[in-house]
């Protein structure tokens, strides 16, 4: 097959549009799946694809047209080519239009081929697993679960001459640990870059411990309870504030994050001293640091800002609100600074308390609620980000610093914002996966947060 690179020059040769941008990204994957602790499928894919972005600038402004393809050979980018330019002429001015990045200094290796996984990477994975397999077995256990592990290599192009690429390696793991009935269910997940930092055996040890935990079992009513939420539930829920943080959806007035006068920047959102941060270069959570965009998505991406450099930011810092995602063409217009949206999000507690493990919190307990995961998380009203979800795999009842039973699960009515507003402790930070937005945002860390009132709204039959 022909080289990314070439491809990105061939469409930036063939380009007659006022502005371009080419992106090629080379994609490898790898996966394993086991049920009733057994090897069931393994896959390997490779695939291609190409989007190319052609502006065109008229009287009354500067359209863009956008296409993503499938691709192989530089026979099918004239083609490509051809056709977002010819959506260029058709389209509207964008009213995110901004001049298309110029080259910066950088040390990307750009001539270098892609990076791909193959199998080979879950080898050490797939001995231990066997090795749960048959302890669980003798328990009269089963385990299920899914392992992936992907690369996406993205070449990017442009007509002012930057060139950019980034190799992404991501890996997830999701297990299901059951009674032999399936009475009883429990589940745990987690982000890796390459495998060698998963311990199956700690992982199913964990698992075992909330089987163990629901040979018990309460029916409680709905309503608010004093209720732990793990890493990867709040992960979950502050990934979806994350997707909600466009400053110029708040100074239109249209999210949880405008203010009277424009954004609630400045404003104290959390009790505790909480930051929620994002940074390219997190060692644990390392991500993509340009931006790529193949769509303008709602005030957070423009396909004007393709390569535009990403950098840290600070979203809350010790509580306070400091900022929110801004493109170029809205900085402009409202006299700020460009913010890009980052591939990764953090939350850790900055106050000197923060060393408490899941473990110790449920210690400090004197009767709450400790969940494993949620999912079906649901937008119920964009202004108050209030959103309704449900727990699984597992609620238990806390009292006198000891888990004493399993309960029915629940539905929820809560949002992000207000809970970071009423969580009265906040435990360490780890790096986590959340449950409901594992395929579309990995690279999160997380703390375990208690949250005085949580709202379980109503009983939900689901196991």
Not at 26 to 31: A, D
Not at 268 to 292: I, K, M, N, Q, Y
Not at 395 to 419: C, H, K, M, T, W
Request: glycine share 6%; net charge negative.
């Amino acid at each position: 097959m022909t080289d990314p690179q070439e491809l990105v020059d061939e469409a930036l040769q063939l380009s007659a549009a006022d502005g371009c941008v080419a992106l090629v990204t080379e994609h490898s994957q790898t996966n394993l799946r086991w049920a009733a602790n057994s090897l069931t499928t393994n896959g390997q894919s490779q695939s291609r694809s190409m989007t190319v972005v052609s502006l065109s600038e008229r009287a009354d402004g500067t359209s863009a047209g956008v296409i993503t393809r499938s691709i192989a050979s530089p026979e099918e980018v004239a083609d490509l080519v051809r056709s977002s330019e010819r959506a260029a002429r058709e389209a509207e001015p964008a009213d995110d239009a901004a001049p298309l990045i110029e080259p910066y200094p950088h040390d990307d290796a750009w001539d270098v081929s892609p990076r791909r996984t193959d199998v080979g990477v879950f080898e050490r994975f797939t001995g231990e697993l066997a090795e749960v397999f048959a302890s669980w077995g003798k328990r009269d256990q089963l385990l299920y679960g899914y392992a992936e592990h992907e690369v996406a290599s993205t070449f990017l192009g442009t007509s002012t001459g930057l060139r950019r690429r980034f190799d992404q390696p991501t890996g997830i793991v999701e297990i299901n640990g059951k009674s032999a009935d399936l009475a009883r269910s429990s589940w745990a997940g987690m982000h890796t870059v390459d495998f060698t930092d998963v311990d199956v055996a700690a992982i199913a040890d964990d698992l075992d411990r909330r089987l163990g935990w629901a040979r018990s079992r309460v029916d409680l009513p709905p309503g608010r309870y004093e209720t732990i939420l793990p890493p990867s539930a709040v992960a979950d829920l502050m990934i979806y504030a994350y997707w909600t943080m466009s400053a110029r959806d708040a100074e239109e007035g249209r999210n949880v994050f405008a203010g009277p006068n424009g954004t609630r920047i400045g404003d104290r959102l959390a009790a505790l001293p909480l930051t929620l941060r994002s940074d390219p270069g997190d060692s644990r959570l390392r991500c993509r640091p340009f931006e790529v965009a193949a769509a303008s998505s709602a005030g957070l991406q423009s396909v004007f800002d393709n390569g535009q450099p990403v950098e840290p930011a600070n979203w809350i810092e010790r509580g306070t609100l400091t900022e929110l995602v801004r493109t170029r063409a809205w900085a402009q217009q409202t006299d700020a600074t460009p913010r890009p949206y980052v591939d990764n999000l953090i939350l850790e507690n900055s106050g000197p308390d923060a060393t408490a493990d899941l473990d110790a919190m449920i210690g400090n307990t004197e009767r709450g609620l400790l969940l494993t995961c949620l999912w079906y998380i649901r937008e119920v009203d964009p202004q108050t980000l209030l959103l309704t979800g449900l727990t699984r795999d597992g609620v238990y009842l806390v009292e006198n610093g000891q888990v004493r039973a399993a309960v029915n699960n629940f539905r929820f009515n809560e949002s992000p914002i207000d809970l970071l507003a009423r969580a009265s402790e906040a435990g360490v930070s780890e790096p986590t996966l959340g449950r409901e937005w594992s395929d579309y945002f990995r690279r999160t860390a997380m703390p375990a947060l208690r949250i005085p009132d949580f709202n379980m709204s109503t009983v939900s039959k689901a196991l």
